[in-house]
């Protein structure tokens, strides 16, 4: 099972960066799949999920308004549609999936991890 995450990069506040997570090696079909995020020093936190095929989806406060997520079920991807950007979401985020229809924002939940992509915004 390999998930790629890609995409991320520096932005400035306000600017936008588009997230792709490409997974392989397992049946996509009856994955939810999330996003993390880990800031140095911090925890890491939930920011969006998807169910499968799409039909669902759930975001932090933090993120709700300003982030999207959808997933391409023909390329096996999943992407995290940032926008309105602050410095406060500079971190490594990750893509991990969940054997569920159902979405959770529990880390703890999610079998398969990526090896993140760093997002930095400045001010």
């Known amino acids: 099972v390999q998930l790629q995450a890609s995409g991320g990069g520096f932005v400035q506040a306000g600017g936008s960066l588009r997230l792709s997570c490409s997974v392989s090696?397992?049946?996509?079909?009856?994955?939810?799949v999330g996003w993390f995020r880990q800031a140095p020093g911090k925890v890491r936190e939930f920011v969006a999920a998807?169910?499968?095929?799409?039909?669902?989806?759930y975001f932090a406060n933090s993120v709700k308004g300003r982030f999207a997520i959808s997933r391409d079920n023909i390329r096996d991807t999943v992407y995290l549609e940032m926008s309105r950007l602050k410095p406060d979401d500079t971190a490594v985020y990750y893509c991990a999936t969940r054997n569920s229809q159902s979405l959770s924002d529990d880390r703890n939940e999610y079998y398969y991890w990526g090896q993140g992509t760093q997002v930095t915004v400045s001010s």
């Open positions: 998807i169910s499968w095929p799409g039909t669902k989806t």
């Open positions: 090696g397992i049946t996509f079909s009856v994955q939810a």
